[in-house]
């Protein structure tokens, strides 16, 4: 059974970072696109960034220049590193991993706020 354990997230003032961290297991890790997905309160579910097996990665507008996803198959962990925070960033964030056949594992998530 695939497990992604989230880590990382807290308080923060806004114009700092903090760095998330996924752990998976149960399942095959380098092969799949990894993802982070972020859901504030009344609002949907949206994309934060996703890395590919080969590295390739994505992020929106609105966090581009700012977060960065990056991924260790030794260690079986993918990170969100988020700098110059804002308080539109505060969320609960959440770990994906997208397999070949199309399906997608969610972890717990983890929240972040941003606030002075």
């Known amino acids: 059974q695939v497990q992604l354990v989230e880590s990382g997230g807290g308080l923060v003032q806004p114009g700092g970072s903090l760095r998330l961290s996924c752990a998976a297991s149960?399942?095959?890790?380098?092969?799949?696109?990894m993802g982070w997905y972020r859901q504030a309160p009344g609002k949907q579910r949206e994309l934060v960034a996703t890395?590919?097996?080969?590295?390739?990665?994505n992020y929106p507008d609105s966090v581009k220049g700012r977060f960065t996803i990056s991924r260790s198959n030794a260690k079986r962990t993918v990170y969100l590193q988020m700098n110059s925070l804002k308080p539109e960033d505060t969320a609960v964030y959440y770990c994906?991993?997208?397999?070949?056949?199309?399906?997608?594992?969610w972890g717990q998530g983890t929240q972040v706020t941003v606030s002075s």
């Open positions: 994906t991993l997208q397999r070949i056949d199309g399906s997608t594992s």
């Open positions: 890395i590919t097996s080969t590295g390739r990665t």
């Open positions: 149960g399942t095959v890790f380098s092969t799949n696109t």
